[in-house]
């Protein structure tokens, strides 16, 4: 009898952790193949504009080029060691400029649903910054928080940011089930225990929603801050190399913080259907 006894448990976790695991199986596979399949459309479009459009080999490079600027040609090893420190400058931008638009988006989310008169004061303000393009308002957030510092390619990667990703968690955290926010309020929760137990846990697909959604903007604000800024990483080198006609150098460029990107977005992905999929939530196909 007391033999037995301990072999009952796992027999009957058995069948749920199977179940999470083919889950999570499913999920990560589906994830892989859409990751593939897009970066196979990606290759052929470029491939479509490069061959199909007329534009000069002088000026146009195709996949094949660009391979063989990384990889073939004999000074691939010197092309790889001029292109890795710019791609890792504006990843670091990039990072810095989707942790704070990110957090920012995070914070105010909260405090929109925890008080109205928040809401109603600070979203006009939102809308304006949004509705006018950053390129317009860029020139004045150098300004004010000088050029070439991290605080302007904080501010002018968090802009692009933010503005998606409040969307996206606010819609998230109004989803959440009336009669569970009940539940919790007839047991003497109040509101901040609603969203603690009940709005969060439920907005998670729409955080890592907004986080997809946020790594394409966050490069593109690195990009943009480099541009206008501090001309440093591949936004800052962009208009050099076309401005000197290296043309191999600025497809090479704009390839590999494409394909980084890319990577990125559905390593994202991958990391959100294995947090649903334990936490027992359903991700749709995509």
Same mark, same amino acid.
């Given at each position: 009898?007391?033999? %037995?006894?301990?072999?009952?448990? &796992? ?51 195709g996949p094949a080029d660009v391979w063989e600027f990384?990889?073939?040609?004999? @000074? ?12 890792? $400058? ?7 400029? !989707? ?19 928040? @809401? ?18 860029? &020139? ?8 070439? %510092? ?96 290296? !043309? ?20 994202? $992905?991958?990391? @959100? ?5 334990r936490m027992g939530m359903t991700t749709s196909s995509?």
């Amino acid at each position: 009898m007391t033999a %037995t006894a301990p072999a009952a448990m &796992p027999l009957e976790a058995t069948p749920h952790t199977a179940k999470r695991a083919t889950a999570i199986s499913r999920a990560v596979g589906r994830s892989l193949l859409n990751a593939l399949l897009t970066f196979v459309i990606v290759l052929a479009l470029w491939w479509a504009v490069v061959n199909l459009t007329g534009i000069s080999p002088y000026v146009a490079k195709g996949p094949a080029d660009v391979w063989e600027f990384f990889f073939t040609s004999p @000074e691939a090893a010197e092309n790889r060691a001029e292109m890795m420190p710019l791609l890792a $400058q504006t990843l670091s931008d990039a990072a810095l400029g !989707f942790v704070v638009g990110m957090v920012v988006a995070m914070v105010l989310a909260l405090a929109f649903s925890l008080s109205r008169s928040v @809401e109603m004061g600070v979203m006009p303000l939102a809308l304006l910054l949004r509705s006018v393009p950053l390129v317009a308002i860029a &020139p004045v957030i150098i300004l004010i928080t000088g050029r070439g %510092t991290p605080a302007s390619v904080a501010v002018i990667g968090s802009i692009v940011v933010l503005f998606p990703a409040l969307a996206s968690i606010m819609f998230g955290l109004s989803r959440a089930s009336k009669e569970s926010l009940d539940l919790v309020h007839v047991y003497g929760g109040g509101r901040p225990t609603q969203l603690r137990k009940v709005n969060v846990p439920g907005a998670l697909p729409s955080l890592f929603a907004a986080a997809r959604v946020s790594v394409p903007g966050a490069v593109t604000g690195a990009l943009l801050a480099e541009w206008l800024s501090t001309g440093q990483g591949i936004g800052g080198m962009i208009q050099k190399f076309s401005a000197s006609a290296r !043309f191999d150098e600025l497809w090479a460029s704009v390839a590999l913080i494409t394909i980084v990107t890319l990577l990125l977005y559905n390593l994202v $992905q991958i990391a @959100e259907n294995i947090v649903l999929a334990r936490m027992g939530m359903t991700t749709s196909s995509r």
